[in-house]
């Protein structure tokens, strides 16, 4: 005989409490998650959980939620458990923020419709060529162990190359491979920067919807930007040197769009010089350009060593294959490549091997004029929905480049109201308010991952969630 649904429920939770996956303390999935993850009323979840309480295994706890207040092996007496909950509050890490947690989760549910990610689409995945280079590598793998401190020294050499096509002249030793941009920035924040250091950065920015330099006790202070860049008169310097740095994504900014203009480039580099203010550049959407080539990066600028350059294949190829690079002075690059010897003993052969054959055969040039021309077609079609659907509610700047548009709801909505409602219809958008931006009235909206009919679609329902709201 078939089991009823709510046997199912219970059997699943308990078996996840008794391996200890969900251990004492944990708070358990909501009972809105649960009726989604098993296509059931919440009324079903309801009898579940009340007979789980009934055996003694979960409590609802005021402010908490769900929690599981026993195991198997604590309700028959046999000892010790481990409560992990006060655990994982206290590691030296923090947490992300709630919306971005639930912007994680809700970014693999491929039900949804999704103008959130920061990732090209499926559609755009050259999985033929991959596969082709994936044979390549097989065919001519050689024994592999750990790589070189650095990175392979054939991918290097190649991202140097690379560089140089786009105005930066760094030898194969001043570039360090990492699994992804972001954990460049991991390691600068653990590597370089003294505790209570300041962190300028554009505001908004991408890096406000992390932890990263925050958990290593640094400050972020924003800076406002317009519509050429950050706005380099307002970077107020604390006294002490040496206990500031800048974090900027001059092109194709996450999450505006804004590409910063040559001569803002300019001053912003005389002026951090003359401050003596060292500079992260975070170059990860350079290659996306949809109108004209960018201006060459603040580091082709760079004579005194001052800008530490960030780039990666995530944005333009495979955030899979985690690959990408860090650019700046030798004493630095060792520094860091030392500690990521300590953290993971170097990013994989395998996916190094793979990045090295795209940039070196001429492929990844190919794929990306490709990428660019899907772009364009994929901003025009997110731009005539929002012309069509959201130009009473709503005002926005077309972006050059990289696949974000930010847009601005008007007042009488709130965006916040916006996401939620927007999720429970199947689309997921980022709201403003993660990447700190101060109003909270705008919304990041992505035209890289979605189909063309979603993005229209997901425009379309976002502005029948705002007419609703009017009635
Ligand atoms: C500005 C910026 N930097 C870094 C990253 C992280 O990239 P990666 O996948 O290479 O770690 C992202 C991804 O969203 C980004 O937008």
Known sequence: MKKPKYQIIIDFIKEKISKGEWAIGSQIPSQRHLAKMFEVNRSTIIIALEELMADGL???????????????WTLMGSGFSTNWNGNVTQGIHKPSVSTVQEINDAESDNRLIQLSKGELSPELFPLKEMQDIVQKVSEQLTPFGYEEPKGNLKLRQTISSYLKQRGVNVSPSSIFVVSGALQALHLISIGLLKEKSTVFLEEPSYLYSLSVFQSAGMDLSGVPMDNKG????SIFQTKETGRNILYTIPTFHNPTGILMEEERREELMEYCIREQI???EDDVYRDLWLDNAPPEPLKAKDRHGNVLYIGSLSKTLSPGLRIGWLAGPE???????DLKMQLDYGSSTLSQLAAEKWLSSGMYEHHI?????????????????????????????????????????????KVKKLFEKALSK??????????????????RLSYGF??????EKGIYQLSEIIKDNNK
């Not at 409590?59 to 599981?68: D, L, M, P, R, W």
């Not at 950050?230 to 008169?233: M, Y």
């Not at 979605?450 to 993005?455: R, V, W």
């Open 58 to 72: 979960i409590e609802g706890i005021a402010g908490k939620g769900t929690v599981v207040t026993n195991n198997t």
């Open 450 to 455: 979605a189909s063309l009919d979603e993005i």
């Open 278 to 280: 060292p500079v992260i």
């Open 331 to 337: 004493s630095v690059i060792e520094r860091l490549a």
């Open 369 to 413: 004029e490709h990428v660019r021309n899907q772009l364009m077609i994929r901003r025009q079609r997110a731009l005539d929905a929002l012309e069509k659907y959201l130009d009473a509610f709503a005002v926005w700047d077309i972006p050059k480049g990289g696949f974000f548009i930010w847009v601005k709801i008007k007042p009488a909505f």
């Open 426 to 443: 199947g689309i997921l958008i980022n709201p403003g308010s993660i990447y700190k931006e101060n109003e909270g009235q705008f919304v």
């Open 230 to 233: 950050v706005k380099v008169d």
